[in-house]
């Protein structure tokens, strides 16, 4: 993003506007050429920490970096000019204290460029949530199934059944309060996920979640179905890139083993005939 970009990019405001609306459209990208593809269709484009599993191999996000988020997170910046940008704060930046996540949420936002940053945690955040807006630092909240918290919650569970409805409605409801623009609701079961969204005065952004939400948000890769092993109950996949990639790599393979790539048309002649290059 450009200060000379004649496009005006998605701020806050016009997201928290969005409540009740038309359905607001978010999906990680990780890299600039992906953020290129989303940036044209989507109000908010994620850097998640997701990226650990998703780009880095990493069995969890625990093991994701602030240096990670500022690498991807500036990659990001410079395919987006339009949607609103959006970055994760990775495991261990924000938790301490209201002064340590001031600390590398400034960081991230002065270093990426990005609008606004992501934590996880419902009321026991909340404090923090406010310590930052009040500074001016935008903040989109994660509650229900908070996958830094994966070993606290005894795996990538649904969160919020039964008795557990009231804990996920007061998160929901103490990050808004703070002040945060707008929070994600991760594996909450439906009707839970429309009272809450009836309930808060922010956008609810539901994965695996409900249609009611405000707006839905996606992994990019899991969307385009690039893992062929992965197949979340909560993902559809508008894409089998996963097995275009593979074809195309056997293909190649194939071709390379019976010198039949490169052809005449991919190598460069001794000699120039007319304007050839
Ligand atoms: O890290 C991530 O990609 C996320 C989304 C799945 C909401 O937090």
Same mark, same amino acid.
């Given at each position: 993003m450009s200060v000379n970009s004649p496009v005006r990019?998605?701020?806050?405001?016009?997201?928290? $506007?969005?409540?009740?609306?038309?359905?607001?459209?978010?999906?990680?990208?990780?890299?600039?050429?992906?953020?290129?593809?989303?940036?044209?269709h989507?109000?908010?484009?994620?850097?998640?920490?997701?990226?650990? #599993?998703?780009?880095?191999?990493?069995? !969890? !996000?625990?093991?994701?970096?602030?240096?990670? #988020?500022?690498?991807? @997170?500036? $990659?990001? $910046?410079?395919?987006?000019?339009?949607? #609103?940008?959006v970055i994760d704060m990775p495991f261990g930046s924000y938790e301490e204290s209201p002064a340590q996540a001031f600390a590398n949420a400034r960081r991230l936002m002065a270093e990426t460029g990005c609008a606004a940053v992501k934590l996880e945690g419902g009321r026991h955040m909340a404090g923090t949530i406010r310590f930052l807006v009040e500074r001016g630092i935008p903040v989109m909240a994660h509650v229900g199934l908070t996958p830094q918290a994966v070993n606290a919650l005894g795996g990538y569970k649904v969160q919020g059944r039964g008795a557990d409805a009231d804990r996920v409605m007061e998160d929901a409801i103490a990050v808004a309060e703070a002040g945060a623009f707008s929070v994600v609701l991760e594996k909450v079961p439906d009707g839970l996920s429309q009272r809450i969204t009836q309930r808060v005065a922010i956008p609810t952004i539901g994965i695996g979640a409900s249609a009611h939400c405000d707006g839905q948000v996606l992994?990019?890769?899991?969307?385009?179905?690039?893992? !062929?092993?992965?197949?979340?109950?909560?993902?559809?996949?508008? @894409? /089998?890139?996963? !097995?275009? $990639?593979? /074809?195309?790599?056997?293909?190649?393979?194939? /071709?390379?083993?019976?010198?039949?790539?490169?052809?005449? /048309?991919?190598?460069?002649?001794?000699?120039?005939?007319?304007?050839?290059?």
């Open positions: 990019p998605v701020m806050a405001a016009d997201i928290l $506007a969005r409540k009740g609306g038309e359905p607001l459209v978010c999906l990680t990208a990780y890299t600039t050429p992906m953020a290129r593809l989303v940036d044209a989507c109000d908010i484009t994620l850097v998640g920490d997701s990226l650990g #599993m998703v780009v880095h191999g990493l069995p !969890t !996000t625990l093991g994701v970096t602030m240096e990670m #988020m500022i690498l991807h @997170g500036k $990659a990001v $910046a410079r395919g987006t000019s339009r949607a #609103m940008l992994v990019l890769d899991d969307m385009l179905g690039l893992f !062929t092993d992965f197949r979340p109950k909560f993902v559809k996949r508008y @894409g /089998e890139l996963g !097995t275009a $990639a593979d /074809e195309a790599i056997a293909a190649y393979a194939a /071709e390379v083993r019976a010198r039949r790539f490169p052809a005449s /048309e991919h190598v460069f002649p001794d000699e120039l005939k007319g304007k050839q290059p």
